[in-house]
T-cell receptor, first 114, second 112 residues
Framework: AQSVTQPDIHITVSEGASLELRCNYSYGATPYLFWYVQSPGQGLQLLLKYFSGDTLVQGIKGFEAEFKRSQSSFNLRKPSVHWSDAAEYFCAVEGAGGGNKLTFGTGTQLKVEL | IAGITQAPTSQILAAGRRMTLRCTQDMRHNAMYWYRQDLGLGLRLIHYSNTAGTTGKGEVPDGYSVSRANTDDFPLTLASAVPSQTSVYFC???????????FGNGTRLTVT
């Protein structure tokens, strides 16, 4: 069965600093990978996804993620964080059989210091 | 505004009671999903439906049932609620497999 690990429960960065959120996955075949963001009291919003092709994926709000098969990783990055980026971030992998049955990580809570 | 509507927003429920969480989407998406979100566990799939008239079990289906009588509605029923079902429940939809998931704003359920 597939699984996702987000090793950092909480991360604090200063506004304007760079950001990297870690995600490691376990899946037997080529994975479909996703990053979602959740603001307080809201549902999740898709930031970006990787299906195939270029391993560096661009998303919304200035985020990008790089798929590294050798490291089983799909880390999320942003060169300069804004205060509005404070939220919870979830990495997810699509399970066997496709059909959008995602397995989510436990999330990383991002705090941005002004 | 197109999207997913979940009701109620929050609910406190006595153990043993029956409860139906409602989910309606107006995007004509084929697939719909129910997730529960618990602290430290992320989101876990309860049930899903790839198209109207079909449903399937997710990772944590026990104690829950769903139906998909039409494209727009995907209610989740707790036949006899237990405290371990205290959670935030999210409904989601997608146009098809591999399409992005669109999430509702969630229902916060407390079972006492």
């Amino acid at each position: 069965a597939q699984s996702v690990t987000q090793p950092d429960i909480h991360i604090t960065v200063s506004e304007g600093a760079s950001l990297e959120l870690r995600c490691n996955y376990s899946y037997g075949a080529t994975p479909y990978l996703f990053w979602y963001v959740q603001s307080p009291g809201q549902g999740l919003q898709l930031l970006l996804k990787y299906f195939s092709g270029d391993t560096l994926v661009q998303g919304i709000k200035g985020f990008e993620a790089e798929f590294k098969r050798s490291q089983s990783s799909f880390n999320l990055r942003k060169p300069s964080v804004h205060w509005s980026d404070a939220a919870e971030y979830f990495c997810a992998v699509e399970g066997a059989g496709g059909g959008n049955k995602l397995t989510f990580g436990t999330g990383t809570q991002l705090k941005v210091e002004l | 505004i197109a999207g997913i509507t979940q009701a109620p927003t929050s609910q406190i429920l006595a153990a043993g009671r029956r409860m139906t969480l409602r989910c309606t989407q107006d995007m004509r998406h084929n697939a719909m999903y129910w997730y529960r979100q618990d602290l430290g566990l992320g989101l876990r799939l309860i049930h899903y439906s790839n198209t109207a008239g079909t449903t399937g079990k997710g990772e944590v289906p026990d104690g829950y049932s769903v139906s998909r009588a039409n494209t727009d509605d995907f209610p989740l029923t707790l036949a006899s609620a237990v405290p371990s079902q205290t959670s935030v429940y999210f409904c989601a939809s997608s146009a098809s497999g591999n399409s992005p998931l669109h999430f509702g704003n969630g229902t916060r359920l407390t079972v006492t």
